[in-house]
């Protein structure tokens, strides 16, 4: 089954940036719309944007529209997420997958914006 590894969170100041690295494993990468997810504590966990297969559409939650960017390198079999104008209520831990059909979770990266 497919795995993902996340990679590029941190703790960062209100208005910073991150960018957030995803690969994932086997050969169907590229066949896939893929997604960055987040959950923070207490709360479920829900999509913040996605990507089609081929990287040309994408989807923002209204929460972070204007401040992430999502894209992807087939090449790599690795989705990013880049982070600006990060804000507190951003705090969760970020999950990359697929749009559909889930594969396995990962374990996520931590982002922590705080002063």
């Known amino acids: 089954q497919v795995q993902f590894v996340e990679s590029g969170g941190g703790l960062v100041q209100p208005g910073g940036s991150l960018r957030l690295s995803c690969v994932a494993s086997?050969?169907?990468?590229?066949?896939?719309?893929m997604g960055w997810y987040r959950q923070a504590p207490g709360k479920q966990r829900e999509l913040v944007a996605g990507?089609?297969?081929?990287?040309?559409?994408?989807y923002y939650a209204d929460s972070v529209k204007g401040r992430f960017t999502i894209s992807r390198d087939n090449a790599k079999n690795t989705v990013y997420l880049q982070m600006n104008s990060l804000k507190p209520e951003d705090t969760a831990v970020y999950y990359c997958n697929r749009r559909f059909n889930f594969g396995s979770w990962g374990q996520g990266t931590q982002v922590t914006v705080s002063s």
């Open positions: 990507i089609s297969s081929s990287g040309s559409t994408n």
């Open positions: 086997g050969s169907t990468f590229s066949i896939h719309a």
